[in-house]
């Protein structure tokens, strides 16, 4: 689940294999740029640290880092 913490909305997401994070990744960047909102990332291995704010609101939360969290969860379940 996402956690709202240090003005970012934060999740990490573990997969079996990094071929699999890295597909994830794919389909996530797809979104991203479709929304021209672009999330912070790390990729571990099988694990994929994303973090979501608004650089035009100051790097806070906001309804796009909402709507983009809530796509990333859609790929998720895909």
Known sequence: MWKEEDDK???TFVFKDFKSAFA?????AAVADEM???PWWS???NKVNIELSTHDAGDKVTEKDKILA???DMILAS
């Open 9 to 11: 909305l934060k999740r």
């Open 36 to 38: 021209d909102h672009h």
């Open 70 to 72: 809530n796509r990333i």
């Open 24 to 28: 994830f990744m794919t389909k996530v």
């Open 43 to 45: 990729n571990a291995y």
